[in-house]
């Protein structure tokens, strides 16, 4: 698919928070000594998605990119199947925290009005306000097949990764997912202080620029836990590559749905753990 600038139908923003800020106050003690510096600090503010007017899920993240957030939280948790289906977008700043407002097609409300998700969450957490095993663990899209992935393109894409990470440069505190093409350049990198919600942004990146997922795979600077291979799974990428472990059940949905899930990559090498057919290896 050649990418298209997409925008949901009259998206707002009215938010222009910083995404790192000034701490007060740092001193830094090496060999008993202290010595008072500058520090930069991720922000975290609490961010509450309603759609058409009721109260879906407050999350913690960082106040970037939020339209982003907006589509791919809602790609990824099955609210909506397109990103068309999205009719508004609108941010605001309330001063204690960031309304994200997402106005979609009714029928797709009913969709979730049996989703107790109006709990607090914390920083980035997929499963918050979820009530029941079932929807916990929904049933996932099989990935469809295509042609393998070469080790290489996941190498060079994680050495080029942090050079695009600049609020963890500043900060040190937050997470990346990054799309690269399936020779490992790099499309798309957001960047949020939970790992969830960095993932979402991306998803939302790819659906508004008009990139196909299955063209390419994703990174996330993180653990791989289940949500993100639901998520993952949800919009259609064919890998999954984690710099830090996967969990059981995150394997096992990966096999599953026919998902290549790839961790522990760092160090110039990887460990493959679902679907290797997907990969070229040397």
């Known amino acids: 698919m050649a990418p298209r600038p997409v925008q ?34 991720a922000a975290e503010v609490p961010i509450a998605i309603s759609y058409n007017g009721r109260s879906h899920v407050v999350m913690m993240g960082t106040p970037a990119d939020l339209e982003d957030f907006a589509v791919g939280f809602s790609l990824a948790e099955g609210v909506v199947d397109d990103v068309d289906e999205i009719e508004d977008i609108a941010c605001s700043d309330s001063g204690k925290g960031i309304r994200v407002s997402i106005a979609i097609p009714p029928a797709w409300a009913a969709r979730i009005e049996n989703q107790q998700r109006n709990l607090a969450g914390r920083t980035g957490c997929g499963l918050c306000g979820v009530t029941t095993i079932e929807q916990a663990l929904r049933p996932l899209p099989t990935v469809p097949p295509g042609p393998p992935i070469a080790a290489s393109a996941i190498e060079a894409a ?125």
Do not use: W
Request: glycine letters at 10%.
């Open 8 to 41: 949901a139908k009259g998206s707002r923003r009215k938010s222009a928070r910083s995404s790192a800020i000034a701490a007060p106050a740092t001193t830094r003690v090496r060999d008993g000594q202290g010595t008072s510096l500058p520090q930069i600090v």
């Open 158 to 282: 994680l050495d080029d990764l942090p050079r695009h990470q600049s609020i963890n440069r500043e900060t040190g505190a937050v997470h990346a997912a990054a799309f690269a093409d399936r020779d490992g350049a790099l499309l798309v990198v957001r960047e949020d202080v939970g790992r969830h919600n960095a993932l979402d942004k991306l998803t939302g990146a790819l659906a508004r620029a008009g990139i196909d997922p299955s063209d390419g795979f994703a990174i996330v600077t993180s653990r791989c836990s289940m949500e993100m291979v639901q998520k993952a799974a949800t919009v259609g990428f064919p890998l999954l590559v984690a710099i830090s472990a996967p969990t059981s059940l995150a394997i096992e949905l990966a096999e599953g749905c026919g998902l290549a899930l790839v961790a522990f990559a760092r160090g110039g090498g990887f460990n493959i753990y679902a679907h290797g057919e997907r990969l070229s290896i040397d």
